[in-house]
Antibody, heavy 119, light 107 residues
Framework: QVQLVQSGAEVKKPGTSVKVSCKAS????????MHWVRQAPGQRLEWMGWINAGNGNTKYSQNFQGRVTITRDTSANTVYMEMSGLRFEDTAIYFC????????????WGQGTMVTVSS | DIQMTQSPPSLSASVGDRVTITCRAS??????LNWYQQKPGKAPKLLIS???NLQSGVPSRFSGSGSGTDFTLTISSLQPEDFATYYC?????????FGGGTKAEIK
């Protein structure tokens, strides 16, 4: 079955970086776009960006431009989201989610990775 | 950015009730509107895409309508498993944006 499995919870200090992985299975990895979405405590879902798993093209929300990098490893069917310059307000659950063409809807989601930024 | 406003922020309803949630966009988004259900501690689940396309496996008591700036999600007969938070999301423009959510609670 189609599945996205994310890496485990992280605790980071302000100013450092975090890299979260999302391993896909059950479908042809390179034919889909993958998004990253985050949800801070009590806040609405926030879209961060996407990557075309086939050609590696990316698009980021301006809210994260320069701090977030999304990459993929086609040999491992895995997408990565790296965020630098972590702030307390980056404490959130980070989700990867597969794109449903042509709707840009998120049809399959990872289980989420909790990233806590704490001194 | 396109702002998405949901109402009500929360609702209290009984099993069997008909429930309607609205989502308003700050500009016209045609029918580029998706709906999700999220339960505590879980990832969101896609219910409806393109304003009214029910996803495979989603019960037919869920329906979506609207175009332009005003959209609705209707649950025709609320079931115990439907108590959750519902989000709309526009995919007309970048950045993709979500509504603030509507939490459906048991009366």
């Amino acid at each position: 079955q189609v599945q996205l499995v994310q890496s485990g919870a992280e605790v980071k200090k302000p100013g450092t970086s975090v890299k979260v992985s999302c391993k896909a299975s059950g479908y042809t990895f390179s034919t889909y776009v993958m998004h990253w979405v985050r949800q801070a405590p009590g806040q609405r879902l926030e879209w961060m960006g996407w990557i075309n798993a086939g050609n590696g093209n990316t698009k980021y929300s301006q809210n994260f431009q320069g701090r977030v990098t999304i990459t993929r490893d086609t040999s491992a069917n895995t997408v990565y989201m790296e965020m630098s310059g972590l702030r307390f307000e980056d404490t959130a659950i980070y989700f990867c989610a597969r794109d449903l063409p042509p709707d840009d809807a998120f049809d399959v989601w990872g289980q989420g990775t909790m990233v806590t930024v704490s001194s | 950015d396109i702002q998405m406003t949901q109402s009500p922020p929360s609702l209290s309803a009984s099993v069997g009730d008909r429930v309607t949630i609205t989502c308003r966009a700050s500009q016209s988004i045609s029918r580029y509107l998706n709906w999700y259900q999220q339960k505590p501690g879980k990832a969101p689940k896609l219910l409806i895409s393109s304003a009214s396309n029910l996803q495979s496996g989603v019960p037919s008591r869920f329906s979506g309508s609207g175009s332009g700036t005003d959209f609705t999600l209707t649950i025709s007969s609320l079931q115990p498993e439907d108590f959750a938070t519902y989000y709309c999301q526009q995919n007309y423009g970048i950045p993709l944006t979500f509504g603030g959510g509507t939490k459906a609670e048991i009366k």
